[in-house]
């Protein structure tokens, strides 16, 4: 698997506190048949602290996964909420 670093962004909390989150895209190989492999993408989110969450093998393609971390970020996606934003996002 390897990792590359898609965006950050910081956020003030609703007490004020502010957070900044890291956005990366997980990249994979996955079999899809007969020995043929190909790359899967997803997204693992990073807050300041260390705490993080990942999904992976969510698309196959670059636009998508593209798409959802300009979403994940734009809306200051945690770790505690990317599951269920991933979900809606499918």
Known sequence: MREMLAD???????DG????FEYIILVDEME????????SYGVRVVREDGESAEVRNLTVRVERIDELVELLRRNAVSPVTLRDVVEDWL
Request: hydrophobic share 20%; with cysteine.
């Open 8 to 14: 950050s962004c910081k956020e003030v909390g609703e």
């Open 17 to 20: 506190t502010e957070h900044c």
């Open 32 to 39: 899809v048949s007969g020995g043929l492999f190909c790359e």
